[in-house]
């Protein structure tokens, strides 16, 4: 971990790149280009706001909990990275949701702004995860490129001795204007695997219309996604790479009132300003990495 300031001398570059340190040891960076600005924790190596130039804010961000307060209160939303398994662990239930990267601190290995883009890199180091098992040894990073897109890529390199099997998202909480009203488009005649309805296999009609809670893992797809938001005015496409899996999710009314913490300045009606697609490994999309073999999972945003 860097001393305050320290990661700015290192790291920062004048309009381009800004550490605000927090007094638990995390950080929020700030990226500014020509094109937009994010922001990112370095908490969970959270990407928590993009906003493409002369565009609204794309993602959503829950007004519950604070980095700077203390760790354990991460608001929900953003990109979340799962990994090195997405849901329940496949065999041991005691163990969180969504593997332990998004609770892990996160930090800077490289910046660059001499192209008109700005590049971001962060590392965790697994192996200092004591608390959870995994019996592995990775290398885990992070890039944000903040262009006239938001390229976020997820790489893992297995320097360990024997091969391991990984399963991930970059779980993007989108927001919407009403999510009745949208429409996701790119995933029709797609099988998916219905959490909801013990994992049954179905498949998309046509583009997903949300009007009750939705949680399925689309399967063989490696195409373009669509969000088209009538109310917002906007479509935003998703694009993935090392990716075969996509997520969608909402909670809706009653998932959202036992989570707690899906709230923002709409109130409890926060489920109606949210959405998930998430770039995935995940369901049979297992991703198995040999010794010395790296995989990376990408997810572009650009709003269109
Ligand atoms: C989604 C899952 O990816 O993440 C949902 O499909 C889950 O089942 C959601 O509820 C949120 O998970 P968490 O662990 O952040 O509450």
Redesign the pocket.
């Known amino acids: 971990m860097y001393a305050i300031y320290e990661r700015n001398s290192r790291f920062g570059k004048p309009g381009a790149v800004n550490f605000v340190d927090h007094e638990n040891g995390g950080a929020t960076v700030e990226l500014t280009s020509q094109r937009g600005s994010a922001t990112v924790e370095l908490f969970g190596g959270l990407v928590t706001s993009w906003r493409p130039k002369g565009s609204e804010e794309v993602l959503w961000l829950s007004n519950t909990g604070s980095f700077v307060d203390g760790r354990a209160r991460s608001p ?1 939303g953003g990109i ?1 990275v799962c990994w090195p398994w997405f ?1 329940d662990h496949p065999t041991d239930p005691s163990l969180p ?2 593997g332990f990267a998004r609770k892990s601190a996160w930090e800077p290995v490289h910046t660059d702004a001499t192209t008109g883009d700005v590049r971001l890199t962060l590392r965790t180091d697994v192996a200092v995860v004591g608390h959870v098992p995994w019996p592995h040894r990775a290398e885990v990073s992070l890039d944000v490129v903040l262009g006239a897109t938001l390229d976020v890529r997820l790489t893992t390199r297995n320097v360990g001795n024997a091969p391991f099997d990984l399963t991930q ?1 970059l ?1 993007t909480y989108f927001r919407v204007g009403d999510v009745t009203r949208i429409e996701i488009k790119g995933l029709d005649a797609v099988t998916y695997l219905d ?1 909801l309805d013990a994992f049954a296999s179905k498949q998309q009609v046509g583009a997903i219309t949300i009007d009750r809670e939705v ?1 399925r893992i689309y399967l063989g797809t490696t195409g373009a996604i669509d969000l088209v938001d009538p109310v917002l005015q906007r479509t935003i496409r998703v694009t993935r790479s090392g990716s075969t899996s996509a ?1 969608v ?1 909402n ?1 809706w009314i009653a998932k959202a009132a036992r ?1 707690g913490d899906v709230v923002d300045a709409s109130g409890a009606d926060a489920y109606l300003r949210m959405v ?1 697609i ?1 770039a995935a490994n995940a369901g049979p999309d297992v991703v198995s990495i040999p010794p010395g073999g790296t995989h990376t999972l990408a997810t572009e945003l650009e709003v269109k």
């Open positions: 929900r979340p849901a949701a969504h998202a779980h959490k949680d997520v999710w909670p989570m998930c998430e």
